[in-house]
């Protein structure tokens, strides 16, 4: 059974892309059964091309990538979520989006990354924020992928526990 993961920030144009991408792409070359989306509660419409510039130089592909609402994720039709991470700057007093789920809500946990749109250093500092944000995301999508995701789903308390563990990594 596919573990779907939600990645949702506000805009749906850097961090989440980049989790979405790196997620899939270390799903597909370690044979695990995972697909991530990514989403925002105020899409920009577009990804950033710093995102994407980082994401190309790894060799990871972004075919289907784009900037979208998380209302599909609500509707009827939507993957059956089972893992929701917010990866917005909450201490930056950054508004998270709050995902809710349906009748079989998915298990919630928060990795926050500083946005790196707004680092400093003009565009040579905002590549590196990029690329040392894309480094940081994409530990912690191995780490993720590591967890027997198969037996935790049927314990959400110890999936939960799991991805806390991850975020204080």
């Known amino acids: 059974m596919t573990t779907h993961v939600l990645i949702l920030c506000t805009h749906n144009s850097a961090?989440?892309?980049?989790?979405?991408?790196?997620?899939?792409?270390?799903?597909?070359?370690?044979?695990?059964d995972v697909q991530a989306?990514?989403?925002?509660?105020?899409?920009?419409?577009?990804?950033?091309?710093?995102?994407?510039?980082?994401l190309h130089e790894a060799g990871i592909d972004t075919t289907g990538c784009h900037s979208k609402s998380w209302d599909r994720?609500?509707?009827a039709d939507a993957p059956p979520l089972s893992i929701v991470i917010t990866v917005c700057d909450s201490a930056a007093a950054e508004a998270c989006p709050v995902f809710?789920?349906?009748d079989h809500a998915p298990v919630k946990v928060h990795w926050g990354y500083p946005d790196p749109s707004l680092a400093e250093g003009g565009e040579a500092g905002r590549l590196r924020a990029f690329e040392l944000t894309r480094q940081a995301l994409g530990y912690r999508m191995?780490?993720?992928?590591?967890?027997?995701?198969?037996?935790?789903?049927?314990?959400?308390?110890?999936?939960?526990?799991?991805?806390?563990?991850i975020a204080r990594s």
């Open 15 to 32: 961090r989440s892309v980049l989790a979405e991408a790196l997620l899939n792409h270390w799903a597909r070359r370690l044979g695990r």
């Open 37 to 54: 989306h990514s989403a925002g509660s105020a899409p920009s419409g577009r990804i950033n091309p710093l995102a994407l510039q980082v």
């Open 73 to 75: 994720f609500a509707a």
């Open 100 to 102: 809710l789920g349906g």
């Open 142 to 165: 191995l780490q993720l992928l590591a967890l027997p995701l198969e037996r935790l789903q049927a314990d959400r308390a110890a999936l939960q526990q799991a991805l806390q563990a």
